[in-house]
């Protein structure tokens, strides 16, 4: 037994445009409790709009997503309290310090997680906590939002490049986070160029494996011919 | 309600810590009334006939100036997408962002009104007009705004294009904002047009928030 419980997230047929470009089809993933996903495929073959539709942001064109069987869709409130979202921006603002920033992320989210300090000395930047942002490194400012994941809980863990910026020891930090989360049934999905440890049992999902084929264009192009 | 508080909490901080969009609101509604008794000459029947009207668009403009910032940075840094994914209803936290621009841009325009009547001569008996026009007047201005705002994220000249949109909204304001002032420096009651300004506010107050949170929802999708 988990302390998130064990959970399911599974994607059926899900299928992406994005400003009028079919950006993968028919694409299917799971993901249980425990797991991680990570997803590769050169630039442009989808990773952030998938990441982005399973965070709920983007609304897939077809298929469906199912947490424990029951489509996310009916319930995004539900689903948006269930999950941690780290993109490619850090958030940062730059008018605030980095302890600021951890707590009202904090008081965001409901306040389930560790303590502001213990995050911000989990990713090595707590003696920057009174530091405005706007004088953080990038590399700094990347540890702060992923510190985000720690200061409330939420079973999935969607992750956007987030070794982007970060050197050894910081990686070494995600490591380390991302493996007492997998220990406790967290999920994570991650989209990454850059391989980095996440424990055993980890599914990887090529996403040119879904990019629209030949005959997809085809039929478009027929569709577009017929609309002229 | 701990997100409202925080993100209300959040937003004067950052107000306060970068005082000038909130401060040239305010600058602007100054100045944009003291060009008038330059502008039509100090003659001061004219300047009193002309106050309430005066006051009040000058309060519309500067107001628009305000907004375009109201969800543009949030916008920028990636903040607004993870408020949309907080578990708390996005209608909530923008309805705080709202509280958070007037209290940041209505409540001082509505505190210096009065000074600002005294320039164009208005009539002392109908400042308490002026200032309940004021107050229930501003918010609607910043919830409305915030449809506005949340519309033109990501285009170009965002500013103008946010006045554009918002400013036809305020027309019924403005005629009951001013035709209030007016019952009262005739010595007739303003009651009827407060009530109507009272309705807008509260029509307003469910309204927006969930038009806003829309817009804002196409803007990051």
């Given amino acids: 037994m988990h302390d998130f419980g064990d959970h399911r997230f ?10 009028g470009r079919l950006v993968f089809d028919r694409l299917d993933f799971e993901l249980a409790s425990g797991g991680v996903l990570i997803l590769r495929g050169p630039n442009g073959s989808g990773k952030s709009s998938l990441l982005r539709v399973m965070a709920s942001l983007v609304r897939p064109e077809a298929g469906n997503m199912l947490w424990d069987g029951a489509p996310v869709r009916d319930d995004p409130a539900a689903h948006a309290a269930r999950l941690h979202y780290v993109g490619h921006s850090d ?3 730059p008018a605030m310090t980095a302890e600021e920033l951890l707590t009202f992320w904090r008081g965001m989210r ?29 590399g700094q400012k990347r540890r702060l939002a992923l510190a985000r994941l720690l200061v409330s809980e939420a079973p999935l863990w969607i992750l956007d490049e987030p070794t982007v910026g970060l050197d050894a020891d910081g990686v070494g930090s995600l490591e380390q ?3 007492a989360h997998r220990a406790r049934g967290g999920m994570i999905v991650a989209a990454t160029h850059i391989r980095f440890e996440t424990g055993d049992a980890v599914a990887e999902l090529d996403l040119s494996a879904f990019a629209p084929g030949p005959a997809d264009l085809d039929a478009a192009g027929d569709l577009f011919a017929a609309a002229v | 309600m701990n997100a409202f508080l925080a993100i209300v909490r959040r937003d004067l901080s950052l107000a306060l810590r970068q005082g000038s969009d909130a401060t040239m609101a305010l600058m602007f509604f100054v100045i944009v009334v003291t060009l008038f008794p330059l502008g039509v000459g100090p003659e001061p ?3 009193e006939r002309i106050s309430a009207g005066i006051v009040w668009v000058a309060a519309l403009l500067a107001a628009m100036l305000s907004l375009d910032r109201m969800f543009q940075s949030d916008y920028d840094d990636g903040t607004l997408e993870l408020m949309l994914l907080a578990p708390a209803p996005l209608e909530l936290l923008v309805l705080g ?16 009104a009065p000074l600002l009547g005294l320039f164009m001569n208005m009539q002392a008996d109908a400042f308490p007009v002026l200032l309940a026009t004021m107050a229930l007047g501003t918010p609607v201005l910043s919830l409305l705004g915030g449809i506005g705002a949340a519309l ?42 407060l ?26 999708s």
């Fill in chain 2, 195 to 220: 009530l109507i300004i009272g309705a807008m506010l509260l029509a307003t107050l469910p309204l927006a928030p969930w038009a806003t949170a829309a817009a804002l929802r196409q803007a990051v």
């Fill in chain 1, 177 to 179: 986070a991302i493996a």
């Fill in chain 2, 97 to 112: 962002k709202c509280l958070a621009h007037w209290l940041t841009t209505g409540l001082p325009m509505l505190l210096i």
């Fill in chain 1, 110 to 138: 409901g306040g389930t997680g560790c303590p502001v300090g213990e995050a911000l000395e989990r990713f090595g930047i707590a003696h920057r906590a009174d530091f405005p942002a706007r004088y953080l490194s990038s």
């Fill in chain 2, 152 to 193: 033109v994220l990501g285009a170009r000249r965002a500013g103008a294009l946010v006045a554009l949109l918002v400013l036809p909204l305020t027309i019924p304001l403005l005629i009951f904002g001013v035709s209030a002032i007016e019952a009262a420096v005739t010595g007739q009651s303003s009651k009827a047009q």
């Fill in chain 2, 45 to 47: 029947g004219v300047l």
């Fill in chain 1, 10 to 19: 599974e994607g059926k047929a899900v299928r992406c445009r994005r400003g």
């Fill in chain 1, 91 to 93: 958030a940062a603002k």
